[in-house]
């Protein structure tokens, strides 16, 4: 039997679902609609637009940035004993060119040093070849001399006073002289024609006779004109004896090479 206080006549029911408690969804979804409300659409200002404007092209700079990198950081990800191969290859390729660097210089250095070699070489056999063309009397020459002109006019002059004029004109230092047409080499020789007058290397010459000498003329005339030399010996003779200087004096005989018959040269 149950017993009932007067006080609280009715019984207290539990809570069960669907009862008051069942009110706070309600305020829940109140909540959220206002939040919707507040964000949808958006209401943005011109300084908020500005901010994500500028944060976008930042992004988008540190994007393309971060790709250059990888792009050019190929090697990057590779292991350590691949990075020290490559390293390897790439100074022994540098030492290889380096060293074909070198050859070629040094190739160029020989080409040039031969090239130089082989012109002054040439240079120097020209030369050689002319000095003693004009010794050999194979070459013309002109330079400064003098011309001595001897006048005969009673064939009193003999074959040995025009070579005592030789001898003079070569000691002081005559490098190329003709006689009348006849040029005065090494082994040239005077001597008196049949009926009078002068033989050079058996040809005859006649008076006057003309000298034509190259060298220094300062050292030639007072050659000839030393006290009893030969201008003093040609005028006992009563022959007339003219020095001339000249800045130019060509000598233009010419005497054929002769070829050894056995002499050879000895660097053949």
Known sequence: MSTQNPENPEPSQPDVPGGPAEERPATEETGRQRLAAGLWPPRLTRAQL?????LFVLG???????RSNSDSSALRGARQEDLVRILDELDGRTKRLEDEKQRLEDQRRELE???????????????????????AGTVAAEGPGIT???IDPKNLVESDMLLDAIQELRAAGA???QVNGVRVVADTYFSDADGG????DGRKITPPYEFKVIGRPQDLEPALNIPGGVIQTLEKEQATAMVTRSAKIVVDAL??????????????
Do not use: H
């Open 175 to 177: 490098e190329a002289i």
């Open 197 to 200: 007058g002068v033989a050079v």
């Open 148 to 150: 001595l002109r001897v």
């Open 113 to 135: 040093n031969s090239s130089d070699q082989a012109e002054e070489a040439r240079k120097q056999t020209v030369e050689k070849e002319r000095q003693l063309g004009i010794l």
């Open 50 to 54: 500005v901010v994500a404007l500028l």
């Open 60 to 66: 988008l700079g540190l994007a393309i940035q971060v």
């Open 255 to 268: 005497r054929a090479a002769k070829q050894p018959d056995y002499a050879r040269s000895s660097s053949s």
